[in-house]
């Protein structure tokens, strides 16, 4: 029986402008925490984090600031507890896309239920 895969809770940050924006010294993984943060709070009440069991986050240029496992930084400095898994995609311009869609197909082939998926970039840094 496939699961149906639903989206309970969307946030975004401020789009800055490279390299000058207001934007331009914040650490992709603090704007991503604070997204991820957003989201849990929206939900409050209705999903413990405890029952977040990944989150994914895409990133076309994973060095820097936002190299080794961005997704799992992002979700400690988000608050979520140390058993929530984090994994980072590559895939240029859709890497975001891509942890939705691969967040969505393992909840509907009954590999998990609560994922928190997304992208994280910033090109002034890198």
Known sequence: ????????AAR?????KAP???LRTTRPDDMAAA???AVVDDVAGKLDPAEIEDVALGCAIPEGEQGFNMARVAALRA???ESVAGTTVNRFCSSG????AQSAERIMAG?????VAGGAESMSLV
């Open 1 to 8: 029986m496939v699961k149906e895969a639903v989206i309970v």
């Open 12 to 16: 975004r940050t401020a789009v800055g």
């Open 20 to 22: 000058r924006g207001m």
């Open 35 to 37: 997204a991820i943060k």
């Open 79 to 81: 608050g979520l507890p």
């Open 97 to 100: 896309l891509q942890t939705i």
């Open 111 to 115: 590999f998990g239920t609560a994922i």
